[in-house]
């Protein structure tokens, strides 16, 4: 559904909007790891990111993200997870990814998408690109 589609969306985002806006207070927690918070008023959300050796997100994970269990709300921690990157325009893009539950039991993924194309605005100018593997389709 859109809403978790949204969970994607945000995590494949904020890191390039936090650091465009200023808006992160980065933290390293290890040599290809770093946790981003982001605070507005009095409310702090934070996601930990981890970077794969060609410098894209690979992995945002948090401890506790609230997750709907018979009616109550409980944190649990929380993955979404990027497989290949392609290039689009001057961009490299995550063009896959997957979001999941990590509980006791194991990954409980509840959503999957790949990119199939992409139509954004780089500098006022309109640019629309599809990935080469679905251009080869």
Do not use: K, N
């Amino acid at each position: 559904d859109v809403s978790t589609g949204w969970a994607f969306l945000v995590a494949a985002l904020a890191a390039a909007v936090a650091i465009a806006a200023g808006a992160a207070c980065w933290t390293a927690i290890g040599d290809d790891t770093a946790r981003a918070t982001l605070t507005h008023a009095r409310t702090s959300v934070s996601l930990a990111f981890r970077f794969g050796p060609h410098g894209g997100i690979v992995r945002a994970y948090t401890e506790a993200r609230w997750r709907e269990v018979a009616g109550r709300y409980v944190p649990t921690p929380w993955e979404c997870a990027y497989g290949a990157y392609e290039r689009h325009g001057d961009a490299m893009v995550p063009v896959d990814g997957d979001v999941a539950w990590v509980l006791s039991e194991g990954r409980l993924s509840y959503w999957r998408a790949r990119l199939v194309g992409i139509a954004y605005r780089y500098g006022g100018e309109a640019i629309r690109t599809t990935p080469p593997q679905a251009a080869a389709r």
